[in-house]
């Protein structure tokens, strides 16, 4: 088996829950009552996700940054 490391971005909604995401794997997210709770299912999910996409294009991806953008709204 090999070991992959994966950006994940982490957010808290409202209710408290924690949300984590792989932005590099198209749908692979996951959510729970706490971060070790959800980053257990976000393994499981990336496991899946994982078997249905080719490894070899996310080998090429890279996580560069995050960047805030002011944006002017109603």
Known sequence: MKNSLFTVYIEQDEDGV????????????????TQEEMLD???????LCLRNIDVKVLEKTRFVGIQNVKVTHA
């Open 41 to 47: 299912s976000l393994r499981d999910v990336l496991r």
């Open 18 to 33: 924690f949300v984590g995401s792989v932005p590099s794997v198209p749908s692979c997210y996951a959510q729970g009552k």
